[in-house]
């Protein structure tokens, strides 16, 4: 992978302008839930960075797509990948706060990739402050942005650091959420996990399964549950 691109099977995110660069558990989180949600008519992505999870969603549903990023020069990035994918007539991007912000409608689903590093040691560049840290948009102030923004019977999709769910999820709870399911990451068998990619809705049915994806087996090769998970996107797979 060249550091300015990553090729997908169906569309390339440049990403040279933006200080969060593809990652493995943001493809992880974005091919979790394209495969759930292709059914929802609209679909907003808050934070939305390189555009990944918008194009991820778009290649696997009919969905019209939202998504709105803070960071000007990412966002000038974002509206490239956007415009150069065969999806850009279904994916509508905003330059802007999500906290302010007066989006046009409210949706079906909304699925976020938040600055989740709060009380970790500070990134080095201001960039990576932003994308990375919770300086901008805390939880506590990411759950009303969501509450405000979805519609009565929506769900929405959340990757957070292992250690931070089970706090989100008081504060989730507290909103009037219930968890459908959570899906713990781990990179090898031998690593704790290190990720928790979460599940909302409105609808308690007083059940919420976890579930384990371990990325790479003990053989170093990626594992039969990664595999299929991605082998819709990833160009080697």
């Not at 555009?51 to 990035?77: R, V, W």
């Not at 990325?215 to 990626?222: R, V």
Request: glycine content about 6%; hydrophobic content about 40%.
């Amino acid at each position: 992978m060249a550091n300015g691109y990553f090729q997908f099977k169906q569309f390339t995110v440049n990403q040279d302008q933006c200080a969060m660069k593809v990652c493995t558990d943001a493809c992880i989180f974005g091919a979790w839930f394209a495969a759930k949600t292709a059914d929802y008519t609209t679909v907003l992505d808050i934070g939305a960075g390189t555009g990944l999870l918008s194009l991820m969603f778009a290649q696997k549903s009919n969905s019209e797509i939202h998504g709105i990023e803070l960071d000007l020069g990412a966002y000038k990035q974002l509206k490239g990948n956007v415009q150069g994918s065969i999806w850009k007539d279904r994916i509508t991007v905003f330059p802007g706060d999500a906290r302010s912000y007066s989006f046009p409608i409210k949706y079906d689903f909304i699925i976020t990739n938040p600055p989740f590093f709060e009380n970790d040691l500070a990134s080095a560049s201001e960039g990576e402050q932003l994308a990375k840290h919770s300086k901008q948009l805390t939880l506590e102030e990411l759950i009303g942005v969501i509450s405000r923004n979805l519609e009565p019977h929506g769900a929405f999709g959340i990757l957070l650091p292992y250690h931070r769910w089970e706090y989100f999820h008081q504060l989730a709870t507290a909103n009037g959420f219930s968890l459908v399911e959570n899906l713990l990451v781990k990179q090898t068998p031998k690593h704790d996990y290190f990720r928790s990619i979460l599940h909302y809705s409105r609808v308690n049915d007083q059940f919420n399964p976890a579930f384990e994806l371990t990325i790479k087996g003990a053989d170093n090769e990626y594992t039969k549950e990664f595999t299929e998970l991605l082998k819709d996107y990833y160009l080697y797979l």
